[in-house]
């Protein structure tokens, strides 16, 4: 697949190395190819940078993976995006896109676009990078949103980059509860003192 990612920071960057190895073209769509973090960007391997404008064009999924509030700006920036599948890996933790309680909810309305899905923010970016535990293998990812078309494509790809499973938290309404899931991680790995390397897993009994 024809992947841009917005955003060349610690998410962007750990999930454009994943989707290259997996085998999928990637473009990092950047609002400044100058800025330490895009000129990192252009030395990896498999990638090309390009305006906001121009990786959105030629993409058939978008992956957010700046802070939240960036979203207000970035939708005019993406162009028609609703034959594309939009993936938000942000969390409203700190900022967020006012007048909305989440980017996911700024982009649905902002865009018009239905295929949203909201993944690849539970965790931290270093188990983005390597997913996979020695002792438990591959940890778990999950996604929340309405569209099923959007969900299938963020959960193959959290599979293909490593994850084990990539659990369904439901529709629009589960979207601000896996934000909050993501904090329970965040208070677990950094308020809590647990360290990074830290994940969560689910597991049943059969
Ligand atoms: N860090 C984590 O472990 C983690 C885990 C899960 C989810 N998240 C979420 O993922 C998102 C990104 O986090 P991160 O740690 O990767 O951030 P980061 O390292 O600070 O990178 C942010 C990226 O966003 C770009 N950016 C900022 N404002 C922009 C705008 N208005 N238009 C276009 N690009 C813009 C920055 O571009 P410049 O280079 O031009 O500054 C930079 O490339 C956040 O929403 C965060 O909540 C983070």
Redesign the pocket.
């Known amino acids: 697949m024809n992947i841009a990612i917005?955003?060349?920071?610690?998410?962007?960057?750990?999930l454009a190395q994943g989707f290259v190895q997996a085998g999928h073209q990637v473009s990092f769509?950047?609002?400044?190819a100058s800025?330490?973090?895009?000129q990192k960007?252009s030395t990896m391997a498999g990638t090309t940078l390009q305006s906001?404008e121009a990786a959105s064009a030629s993409a058939e999924v978008i992956v957010?993976?700046?802070?939240?509030?960036?979203v207000l700006?970035?939708v005019t920036?993406l162009g028609d995006v609703k034959n594309k599948i939009l993936i938000d890996?942000?969390?409203?933790?700190r900022t967020r896109p006012e007048p909305y309680t989440t980017?996911y909810h700024a982009l649905k309305d902002l865009t018009k676009s239905s295929k949203i899905v909201k993944c690849?923010?539970?965790?931290?970016?270093?188990n983005?990078t390597n997913p996979v535990y020695p002792a438990f293998g591959g940890i778990d990812m999950f996604c929340a949103g309405d569209d099923n078309e959007a969900k299938a494509v963020a959960q193959n790809l959290a599979k293909q980059i490593g994850f084990s499973e990539c659990w369904d938290f439901g529709g629009d309404d589960k979207v601000e509860l896996l934000e909050k899931f993501?904090l329970s991680w965040i208070n677990l790995a950094i308020m809590q003192g647990h360290g990074?390397n830290l994940a969560f897993k689910v597991i049943k009994r059969v």
Do not use: W
Request: charged residues 15%; without cysteine.
């Open positions: 917005i955003g060349t920071g610690n998410v962007g960057s750990a769509g950047v609002r400044d800025s330490p973090k895009s960007a906001i957010i993976a700046t802070p939240p509030e960036a700006s970035l920036q890996t942000t969390n409203s933790i980017a690849f923010n539970s965790t931290g970016f270093e983005m993501a990074r």
